[in-house]
């Protein structure tokens, strides 16, 4: 009875734990999404008017942040300035011209202030929120009319939208391949002088195709001008609280929006495409200054590769310590090892990764086989590929303690088995060993995608950039370019909440890119826990 009740107890503290790392994870995804989805919810706009000491009357336009009541008195402050006062957070916007986005306001009386129906908010894709009064639309100057100009509004954003997207596309996409197929045809040029093969007619036909490719690079560079005049046409009128018009391009503009005068309907689709457009926009083509696409793209990928790598390596030294090596003095100093390494600070990794993998494995592929781009280099740069291995080398002991824990819980009777019935100890070893002990190689995986996707300190000295112009993949050969920097979410996060001008007006964001990275990794984990409870259930009756 005795023992019965001390399990019990032990039951019930795992039970406690548990329910506590729930809750704990429950209240943190709660915070960051309750804090993060702010920055896509349509806040109301307020008008507020205050008297300066000279008399003089002054309109502030904004979203009132924060309204906080000030009841405490400073030991140094005047008579006539003692008693309870507010402080108002107001976001005014409008950043180009009355920088910064935020004003404070302390006032002893409560402020004139109204809601006006039409009020629009803009958002740019440089520059933050424009907020006034829609005025006109105009068309190489020429004021546009109609009957309703919003839905004239909606009608000619969406046609420079769709203009935009013709030109990232024509940019992006014909150019650089274009370039990229000069850049081939050069260094074929250049191989063949090298070797005293660049004949007469060898030189006649490499001319050719160069004039070739560079007549349809001209051919996309006029259609990509005639497509920017188009984009550059219209433009919108604004009226700010100064009352004062401003010239704004419909191409800056990614939505307009009347926040005081939308129903909850409108409201909910608002939130949803600015959601999307969080997701799915990319601020290096300038569709969006708030877009992670390229963050979590470069996220997955990086964690993918790592995985890629660092899966086989770890199992092999599991192997290797559990299923080979005897218990001698060199099998201790490894194990030794590999806890230390598990303890190692992620930064020394960086600086191991940029040393060994950047400059020493990167400067010598350069020299033996990107001889011909030096001084620049090609794989002697931080990049994707050195990202994913100094990652992978982090996240090797956890793969390693994993697999061998796997190991040691089959049971010998089924090695001894598999060697009885004529297996070689190889086979016993592909063929009987590691099937059965693939949940635990899962679950090295799980933990080393938990920490690698959150790992930032590394990242920043060997490929991470605030902002890359191009993805690591895209539709030229050889596709993936694992030479390339990419964006992730961990030093996106990074850079908002302390490398921002506008920290206050990114805060929001901060909070979402940290829920964004928190479901990814989890997203990943599901899946991984996924397989690793199939593949337990079907090995579970062998262990038995």
Request: aromatic share 8%.
């Amino acid at each position: 009875m005795k023992a019965m009740r001390q399990n019990d107890r032990w039951r019930w503290l795992t039970a406690g734990a548990v329910a506590v790392c729930l809750l704990a994870f429950a209240l943190l995804t709660g915070l960051l999404a309750w804090q993060g989805m702010r920055a896509f919810w349509p806040q109301p706009v307020d008008r507020y008017q205050l008297r300066q000491p000279d008399g003089a009357l002054v309109t502030l336009l904004g979203e009132t942040v924060e309204k906080t009541c000030l009841s405490q008195q400073a030991d140094g402050m005047e008579e006539r300035q003692r008693g309870a006062m507010t402080r108002y957070l107001i976001k005014t916007g409008n950043r180009d011209v009355a920088a910064p986005d935020f004003r404070v306001i302390l006032s002893r009386e409560p402020l004139n202030t109204t809601r006006p129906k039409g009020v629009m908010v803009l958002q740019r894709r440089s520059g933050g929120d424009a907020l006034g009064w829609f005025v006109e639309l105009r068309e190489n100057g020429e004021v546009l009319t109609a009957r309703d100009g919003d839905a004239l509004l909606r009608q000619r954003l969406e046609q420079v939208h769709a203009l935009l997207r013709q030109a990232s596309r024509i940019r992006g996409a014909d150019m650089v391949r274009i370039n990229s197929q000069i850049r081939a045809l050069e260094v074929q040029a250049d191989t063949q002088r090298s070797a005293g093969a660049f004949s007469l007619q060898a030189q006649s036909q490499y001319q050719a195709n160069r004039a070739a490719l560079q007549r349809r690079f001209n051919e996309s560079g006029a259609q990509l001008a005639t497509l920017q005049q188009e984009i550059d046409r219209d433009a919108l009128i604004l009226r700010d609280a100064q009352g004062r018009d401003r010239v704004i391009p419909l191409a800056q503009i990614v939505e307009a929006w009347y926040p005081n005068a939308m129903s909850l309907g409108e409201k909910w689709r608002h939130f949803m495409r600015q959601i999307w457009h969080f997701v799915s926009d990319n601020p290096a083509t300038g569709q969006s200054e708030r877009g992670a696409f390229p963050a979590i793209f470069g996220t997955v990928l990086m964690v993918l590769l790592m995985s890629i790598v660092v899966m086989p390596l770890g199992v092999i030294a599991a192997v290797w310590l559990h299923e080979y090596a005897g218990r001698n003095a060199l099998t201790r100093l490894v194990r030794i090892a590999v806890v230390n390494l598990a303890g190692v600070p992620s930064i020394v990794y960086g600086v191991f990764g940029l040393g060994f993998f950047v400059w020493l494995v990167g400067g010598t592929l350069d020299q033996l086989f990107f001889a011909r781009a030096l001084p620049a280099p090609t794989f002697g740069t931080p990049g994707l590929l050195w990202a994913a291995l100094t990652l992978a080398l982090l996240t090797l002991p956890v793969v390693i303690v994993a697999t061998e824990e796997g190991l040691s819980r089959i049971p010998d009777s089924l090695r001894q088995g598999s060697l009885a019935l004529g297996a070689t100890r190889a086979e016993t070893l592909w063929h009987v060993v590691l099937p059965m002990a693939l949940p635990a190689m899962l679950t090295g995986l799980i933990l080393a995608v938990a920490r690698a996707a959150g790992e930032t300190a590394p990242l920043m000295l060997v490929g991470v950039v605030k902002m890359a112009p191009e993805l690591p993949v895209d539709a030229v050969y050889p596709w993936l370019h694992l030479d390339r920097k990419f964006m992730h979410l961990g030093f996106q996060i990074y850079d908002l909440a302390f490398q921002s001008p506008n920290v206050e007006a990114d805060r929001p964001l901060v909070y979402a890119t940290a829920l964004l990275l928190v479901l990814i990794i989890l997203s990943l984990n599901l899946v991984a826990m996924g397989l690793r409870h199939r593949l337990r259930e079907r090995y579970r009756l062998l262990t038995q």
